[in-house]
């Protein structure tokens, strides 16, 4: 293979750790992993919570997510992987609706007979293709009003659409619909009709704290609390970089932190290559967590098709996860474009706004019932995912030999999730294997 690398990992959340361990088990080189925030984890990070750790943002399992599965195989964790069946709900018409099976889809009394009937069969037909590459060029939202028609296209999509989207609601491929929707058609067992779920006892902190275990077992580094503040290219074409650390020079780097703290680091992109990195846009995330004294409903996921209320959906992560000494935990996501008005608000105007809200959904609901709530944001979650994105995303390996970037941007058309994150950590190591041997 020749001289080993001595390699930078930009970011250490799942992917990062990820892509630190497998080069480490690889035997390429020494690895350093700058870490911005003062844990590792990134989108993946917990916090303390009736004396267990949970995730800020929510995270759940499906059958087909086979990397996290096999990765917790591998490290012996597998005992901390648990199932549960779960209900999905409906907000709409000022109450709260089944909408988890056919025949509930069929009692759904906010739309006619007929928008049902089309609704069943638009997403059946969606789950049934096979390639995303023709859906992408296609508009999510034209496509669902043409297929399930105006009425429900307003009754179901029309307030999750914009509150994920909002500006870019017409411009989302159906590709990325149609990702979401065949990750979770094969949740529900034979023989159920409830959604069937995982997660990890524990949180997802069971992870991140073996991959931290193995990396300093293997001699890595895991530096936290240090922002990468300038990239180099040196004349013999390694990498110098710049950090609380001073300057290190390191023959390979490997990047997984989101592409406008990498553009605002590195100093040697030609300006064509940094515009198209540029030209994809981000989505901040805002997600309440509130811990409530009893639960809120009976739905692990209720979406909410009324624009009046600030937030797409409600997640009551205890229905799935019952670790949390009786009390119930729900979470309230926003994906939100930079300037939206939620993000100028502080966290009491926030919980004072999703209480209200919350009240509106299930009448009696006060902030009595409230034990505590957390705020988390992240400027940079998801990208947003136009149409013909796939045409926007830069290789893995740069204009730079041994320079690669792996982030969520580039988790197409399947969304961001842990397994996909350790899939990219994975083969980050093996591009950079395969390019240090030849």
Request: one cysteine or more.
């Given at each position: 293979?020749?001289?080993?690398?001595?390699?930078?990992?930009?970011?250490?959340?799942?992917?990062?750790?990820?892509?630190?361990?497998?080069?480490?088990?690889?035997?390429?080189?020494?690895?350093?992993?700058?870490?911005?925030?003062?844990?590792?984890?990134?989108?993946?990070?917990?916090?303390?919570?009736?004396?267990?750790?949970?995730?800020?943002?929510?995270?759940?399992?499906?059958?087909?997510?086979?990397?996290?599965?096999?990765?917790?195989?591998?490290?012996?964790?597998?005992?901390?992987?648990?199932?549960?069946?779960?209900?999905?709900?409906?907000?709409?018409?000022?109450?709260?609706?089944?909408?988890?099976?056919?025949?509930?889809?069929?009692?759904?009394?906010?739309?006619?007979?007929?928008?049902?009937?089309?609704?069943?069969?638009?997403?059946?037909?969606?789950?049934?293709?096979?390639?995303?590459?023709?859906?992408?060029?296609?508009?999510?939202?034209?496509?669902?009003?043409?297929?399930?028609?105006?009425?429900?296209?307003?009754?179901?999509?029309?307030?999750?659409?914009?509150?994920?989207?909002?500006?870019?609601?017409?411009?989302?491929?159906?590709?990325?619909?149609?990702?979401?929707?065949?990750?979770?058609?094969?949740?529900?067992?034979?023989?159920?009709?409830?959604?069937?779920?995982?997660?990890?006892?524990?949180?997802?902190?069971?992870?991140?704290?073996?991959?931290?275990?193995?990396i300093a077992q293997m001699g890595g580094e895991v530096r936290t609390e240090c922002k990468v503040t300038g990239i180099e290219r040196t004349r013999e074409g390694?990498?110098?970089?710049?950090?609380?650390?001073?300057?290190?020079?390191?023959?390979?780097?490997?990047?997984?932190?989101?592409?406008?703290?990498?553009?605002?680091?590195?100093?040697?992109?030609?300006?064509?290559?940094?515009?198209?990195?540029?030209?994809?846009?981000?989505?901040?995330?805002?997600?309440?967590?509130?811990?409530?004294?009893?639960?809120?409903?009976?739905?692990?996921?209720?979406?909410?098709?009324?624009?009046?209320?600030?937030?797409?959906?409600?997640?009551?992560?205890?229905?799935?996860?019952?670790?949390?000494?009786?009390?119930?935990?729900?979470?309230?996501?926003?994906?939100?474009?930079?300037?939206?008005?939620?993000?100028?608000?502080?966290?009491?105007?926030?919980?004072?706004?999703?209480?209200?809200?919350?009240?509106?959904?299930?009448?009696?609901?006060?902030?009595?019932?409230?034990?505590?709530?957390?705020?988390?944001?992240?400027?940079?979650?998801?990208?947003?995912?136009?149409?013909?994105?796939?045409?926007?995303?830069?290789?893995?390996?740069?204009?730079?030999?041994?320079f690669y970037i792996y982030n969520t941007a580039q988790i197409y058309p399947i969304t961001r999730n842990v397994s996909n994150s350790i899939l990219f950590g994975?083969?980050?190591?093996?591009?950079?294997?395969?390019?240090?041997?030849?």
């Amino acid at each position: 293979m020749g001289k080993r690398a001595n390699i930078a990992i930009l970011g250490g959340g799942i992917l990062g750790l990820s892509a630190a361990y497998n080069c480490l088990s690889r035997g390429l080189g020494d690895v350093t992993v700058y870490e911005s925030d003062e844990e590792p984890g990134g989108l993946a990070r917990t916090f303390e919570v009736c004396g267990t750790r949970l995730e800020m943002y929510h995270h759940f399992l499906c059958d087909t997510d086979r990397v996290i599965l096999n990765q917790m195989s591998e490290f012996g964790l597998s005992e901390h992987i648990k199932w549960g069946d779960c209900r999905m709900g409906m907000f709409s018409s000022g109450r709260q609706w089944d909408f988890t099976t056919p025949l509930d889809l069929l009692r759904f009394g906010a739309l006619s007979l007929t928008s049902r009937l089309r609704f069943g069969l638009a997403m059946l037909l969606l789950q049934r293709k096979t390639d995303w590459r023709p859906l992408e060029s296609v508009s999510a939202t034209r496509w669902l009003k043409r297929w399930t028609g105006e009425r429900a296209y307003e009754v179901v999509w029309s307030h999750l659409m914009k509150s994920k989207f909002d500006c870019f609601e017409d411009q989302i491929p159906l590709s990325w619909l149609w990702a979401r929707t065949t990750r979770r058609a094969g949740s529900k067992r034979e023989g159920s009709a409830l959604e069937h779920f995982g997660y990890v006892s524990g949180s997802v902190a069971i992870l991140i704290d073996e991959y931290m275990k193995r990396i300093a077992q293997m001699g890595g580094e895991v530096r936290t609390e240090c922002k990468v503040t300038g990239i180099e290219r040196t004349r013999e074409g390694e990498f110098q970089i710049e950090s609380k650390l001073g300057k290190r020079v390191h023959r390979a780097v490997i990047s997984s932190i989101p592409l406008p703290a990498l553009l605002s680091a590195v100093d040697f992109f030609p300006d064509g290559y940094r515009t198209r990195l540029a030209s994809i846009r981000y989505q901040t995330v805002l997600n309440m967590s509130i811990i409530l004294k009893r639960p809120f409903s009976k739905f692990f996921w209720l979406n909410i098709g009324d624009s009046a209320i600030p937030f797409p959906g409600i997640i009551e992560f205890s229905h799935l996860r019952p670790e949390f000494d009786g009390r119930s935990v729900i979470y309230l996501p926003n994906y939100l474009p930079e300037e939206h008005r939620l993000n100028s608000l502080s966290d009491e105007e926030l919980f004072d706004q999703f209480v209200e809200a919350l009240g509106r959904i299930s009448p009696g609901f006060t902030a009595d019932q409230i034990e505590s709530f957390h705020v988390f944001r992240h400027p940079h979650a998801d990208p947003y995912y136009t149409l013909n994105y796939s045409k926007l995303l830069p290789e893995h390996s740069t204009l730079f030999k041994r320079f690669y970037i792996y982030n969520t941007a580039q988790i197409y058309p399947i969304t961001r999730n842990v397994s996909n994150s350790i899939l990219f950590g994975q083969d980050a190591a093996r591009l950079l294997e395969k390019d240090l041997k030849g």
